[in-house]
Structure formats: structure tokens, C-alpha cells
């Protein structure tokens, strides 16, 4: 199947360890984004990255890195310096056609204990 | 900041239309509406984007006013799946696009 992957769907991390979340496409787009979820509130945009090896901060991005060394993956590193890191993280791609929609992945939710 | 305002929560019956509004009165002229929805701890679905003209595709119908300062989204025959968050959002059309969500409606279908 076609899709775009998140792994793990739950994770759970001490507080001030560094968590990697990945994301992987096969959908052959070129634009890779990630965003966070609080509860009850909307996406917030993260990183996102339009082709590889170039990427540019989102509105939330204090905190978080993120590296685009292959096309098809796009893995977001939640640092201890990102104060408030349990969230539900989403991850999406796009293609360079003429809609431009967003696809997103199932989500990785993060608790930090 | 979102760009959209839309009522925080909706009820429609199971098999009647349902009408999504959304307000955007400061909407460019080369700024598109896009919908999406998100069932409780998925990721956002695409749904339907327009620019001035109405749209409609197998999943719903997009009606744009003249002036482009507001919109419906229609789920002509909703069922009990159609229960979610639907999110009502403006942007231009490029490369990487920075979508900005606001709360959106949490739309309840009830059999």
C-alpha cells in the first residue's frame, strides 16, 4: 500500500532524553511536513522540508530538529530543551501538482513522564 | 492565527446533508479554500479545496460566495463515519504549503 508511516503509534520517554519520532513515505512527493497536536486544539506546523536535504522552521520549531538526508523519510528528534513535549505528532507529505494536498501519516502519540 | 472562523461544534442527523460554514473575509485573491477532517486520533483527510468557483467531488461539495468571504462545505447524505473535526483553511497554492488549522467544528452525526 501507498501511504505514509509513523512508528511507533505510542512512546513513552523519560523527561530530558532525546526521542526520534520517524515518518516514512513511498509516495514518491517531494514536501515533507510535521506538526504537533494538544488536545482539543489544531495542528501547529513544526519543521517542514520541501526537498531533500533543505528544510525550514515552522511556527513551533523551538525545541526540535530534523534532518531530510532521503526523499522518502523525514524523522523529527524531540530535544530535552522542548518544554512541553507530550503531544501527538503528525507527519504529512505533498506533491508538486496542481492541489498540493496534504497526506498524513496516523500519528505517533509522545508522552514524556 | 487562523484565518477562518467556523462554529466549534455541529449535530446532523444520520442520512440528511450536512452544511459546514466557514468564514474567511480576509481571503487574497490567490489564497484557496481547503477542507479537511480529522476522526478522533487519526491524521487530517483531505477533503475538497476550491479557489471561486463551486467544487465537488466523491466525498462532498464546496460552495464558494461571489465575493469569496465565505463557504459551505456539504456532506449530501452524511452517516455515522462522517463524525469528526473538520477544518476549514485558507492558503496559497505552492511547493510546501504551510497550512495553519484552527479549532475547527467537531461535527456529530447522530443516528
Known amino acids: 500500500d501507498g501511504g505514509i508511516t509513523q512508528s511507533p503509534k505510542y512512546l513513552f520517554r523519560k523527561e530530558g532524553q532525546n526521542v526520534t519520532l520517524s515518518c516514512e513515505q513511498n509516495l514518491n512527493h517531494d514536501a515533507m511536513y510535521w506538526y504537533r497536536q494538544d488536545p482539543g486544539q489544531g495542528l501547529r506546523l513544526i519543521y517542514y522540508?520541501?526537498?531533500?536535504?533543505?528544510?525550514q522552521k515552522g511556527d513551533i520549531a523551538e525545541g526540535y530538529s530534523v534532518s531530510r538526508e532521503k526523499k522518502e523519510s523525514f524523522p523529527l528528534t524531540v530535544t530535552s530543551a522542548q518544554k512541553n513535549p507530550t503531544a501527538f505528532y503528525l507527519c504529512a507529505s505533498s506533491a508538486w501538482d496542481s492541489r498540493y494536498t496534504q497526506y498524513f501519516g496516523p500519528g505517533t502519540r509522545l508522552t514524556v513522564l | 492565527d487562523a484565518k477562518t472562523t467556523q462554529p466549534p461544534s455541529m449535530d446532523c442527523a444520520e442520512g440528511r446533508a450536512a452544511n459546514l460554514p466557514c468564514n474567511h473575509s480576509t481571503i487574497s485573491g490567490n489564497e484557496y479554500v481547503y477542507w479537511y477532517r480529522q476522526i478522533h486520533s487519526q491524521g487530517p483527510q483531505y477533503i475538497i479545496h476550491?479557489?471561486?468557483n463551486n467544487e465537488t467531488n466523491e466525498m462532498a461539495s464546496l460552495i464558494i460566495t461571489e465575493d469569496r468571504k465565505s463557504s459551505t462545505l456539504i456532506l449530501p447524505h452524511a452517516t455515522l463515519r462522517d463524525t469528526a473535526v473538520y477544518y476549514c483553511?485558507?492558503?496559497?497554492?505552492?511547493?510546501?504549503?504551510?497550512?495553519?488549522f484552527g479549532q475547527g467544528t467537531r461535527l456529530t452525526i447522530n443516528p
Open positions: 483553511i485558507v492558503s496559497i497554492i505552492q511547493g510546501a504549503q504551510k497550512l495553519v
Open positions: 476550491g479557489l471561486k
Open positions: 522540508s520541501q526537498i531533500v536535504n533543505d528544510f
